[in-house]
Each structure stands twice: as C-alpha cells, then as structure tokens.
C-alpha cells in the first residue's frame, strides 16, 4: 500500500504527481526543483538553488519521518554540465558521510527553466 507524503514545506507539485510516495518502508521523492514554497522564488544561481532544493528535499524527507542518512538514490538533473562542481559542492555538504548512489544529467530543459532538479530515494 502506498501512502502520500505532503507538506507545505516544500513546492507543492506543479503537475499531476505528488511530492513523494512511501511504500514498504522506502520513500520516493518526485524531483525537487528550487522553488522557495514560502514566496514561490527561484534564486538565480547554481548554488542557491541547489541549495533550495536540498531543503526542499529536507523538508519532505522531515514530513515523512526520514533523514538525509535514510537516502540511498539521487539523480541530479543540471540545465548545464558547466553547473556540475557547484552542484556538487552544495549536494555533497548534506552527505559529507556515506552518500547515496547517484546519477547526474545534463537536460536540454527544466520546469520553469531552473538550473537544477534532484529526485531521491530513501529507505528505513
């Protein structure tokens, strides 16, 4: 049985998807991208809104009762491969021990044009 996770702590989705999924105690997070949910912004740089994401991600990963340390599985999705170090510095901070798996990609687009989109798995 599949259960919906939601908060406002994070965008809310902008399609006909959820935030997330947790089924059999493993919870799958539709890709964040850097919407602020209090104000609907999207900061301009690489950085900032890697860093959006990742409390994005945070928040929803807090509602479902998990931790960045439950993460096994991300894919990055970047605007551009020229982002990649920033990301990566940014991403890395959240999982300075024991990161998950990881796929990155460059896209020829992303919603509302953002510089990067990341979804996660975790599990308990």
Same mark, same amino acid.
């Given at each position: *049985? %599949? %259960?919906?996770?939601?908060?406002?702590?994070?965008?809310?989705?902008?399609?006909?998807?959820?935030?997330?999924? /947790?089924?059999?105690?493993?919870?799958?997070?539709?890709?964040?991208? #850097?919407?602020?949910?209090?104000?609907?912004?999207? #900061?301009?740089?690489?950085?900032?809104?890697? /860093?959006?994401?990742?409390?994005?991600?945070?928040?929803?990963?807090?509602?479902?009762?998990?931790?960045? /340390?439950?993460?096994?599985?991300?894919?990055?999705?970047?605007?551009?491969?020229?982002?990649?170090?920033? *990301?990566?510095?940014?991403?890395? %901070?959240?999982?300075?021990?024991? #990161?998950?798996?990881?796929?990155?990609?460059?896209?020829?687009?992303? #919603?509302?044009?953002?510089?990067?989109?990341? /979804?996660?798995?975790?599990? %308990?």
């Amino acid at each position: *049985m %599949k %259960k919906i996770i939601h908060t406002e702590n994070a965008p809310k989705a902008i399609g006909p998807y959820s935030q997330a999924i /947790e089924a059999n105690g493993m919870l799958f997070i539709s890709g964040q991208i #850097p919407v602020n949910p209090e104000n609907g912004q999207i #900061p301009e740089t690489i950085e900032a809104q890697t /860093e959006q994401v990742m409390k994005n991600i945070g928040a929803i990963l807090n509602e479902a009762g998990y931790g960045f /340390e439950h993460v096994v599985k991300s894919t990055c999705l970047l605007s551009d491969m020229v982002n990649f170090k920033a *990301m990566n510095e940014i991403y890395g %901070k959240y999982y300075a021990v024991n #990161p998950p798996a990881r796929a990155a990609f460059a896209v020829k687009t992303l #919603p509302l044009n953002v510089l990067v989109e990341i /979804e996660t798995i975790a599990v %308990k």
